[in-house]
Structure formats: C-alpha cells, structure tokens
C-alpha cells in the first residue's frame, strides 16, 4: 500500500522536534481525519531556512509527508520553499495512496503558514504566499495522482 520511502520516513522521520523561538510557526490540521501537523522555521537574515522541524499527530503518511517536506525545504531560499507543493512532495515520497493525498496538502500548508507566520513577524511580502487555511479538507485537494 506504502511506496518503500514513505515507510521509511515514517519509520525514520527526519527533523523531529521544536524550535525554540522560531522565525516562523505554521499549524494546520484535518478536521474530518484528525491529522494535525505543525513546522518550525529557523530563517537567517538572507531569507535561507537554515533549520526547520516538525510535529504531527496523525497517521503514517501525515508523518512521512512532513518530514519529507521538511528535507525538501532545508537549506532553500523562502522563495523557493514556496515551490514545495503537495504534488511535489508526494513525488518525493515515489506516491500516496489516493485516500492520503491530502497529507501532502497538510506538509504544503503547514509550510506556508509557517512562513506566513515569518512573514507576519517580520514584515515582508512573500511572492505568491496568501494566508493560509487553517483546516485542510479533502476537497481541496487536486486528484492528479
């Protein structure tokens, strides 16, 4: 049912943890399923992520696909963690189950409103990033898969 990586990084998640005082904090969820996902943002002064974490309540692909999404955003610019997408990461993790692709809207999210949050905090726009939702709904999700 799981591709060989979501195991793993369900089994092996990367980037477990809390950031003290992070630059930014995003925290979204899934009402109908419960999966909760949270990410920490450690941005330095040149807009680079230097360090991100996460924490996530929830079933195996909701933790896989964060801490997929958390390498994928490591060591990147904003700008281009904004390209992380939840297409993105479910190719990443060589697919989810159709009933799980909504986990890989929750890490997209989660992302954006952790930089939302950074945005917030530090007065700056961030091209292409709009106030994120707090409850993800699996009507949003785009069934390309």
């Known amino acids: 049912m799981y591709t060989e990586k979501v195991m793993d990084h369900f089994e092996h998640p990367r980037n477990v943890g809390e950031i003290e005082n992070a630059s930014g904090m995003g925290t979204v969820g899934n009402a109908k399923c419960g999966d909760i996902m949270r990410i920490y943002l ?5 807009q680079i992520i230097q360090d991100v974490k996460f924490k996530t309540f929830g079933c195996g692909a ?3 696909t964060s801490s997929m999404a958390t390498e994928m955003v490591k060591g990147k610019s904003v700008q ?3 390209e992380v997408t939840n297409k993105a990461v479910c ?12 986990c890989s809207l929750l890490a997209e999210e989660a992302i954006h ?3 939302w949050d950074y945005a917030t905090k530090h007065d700056i ?3 292409g990033l709009e106030k994120p ?3 993800i709904g699996e009507e949003e999700v785009v069934e390309e898969y």
């Open 42 to 46: 450690d941005i330095d002064d040149n």
């Open 80 to 82: 281009e963690a904004m």
């Open 62 to 64: 909701a933790v896989a």
């Open 91 to 102: 190719e990443a993790l060589d697919g989810l189950p159709p009933v799980k692709v909504h």
């Open 133 to 135: 939702k707090s409850d």
């Open 125 to 127: 726009k961030i091209e």
């Open 113 to 115: 409103a952790a930089l």
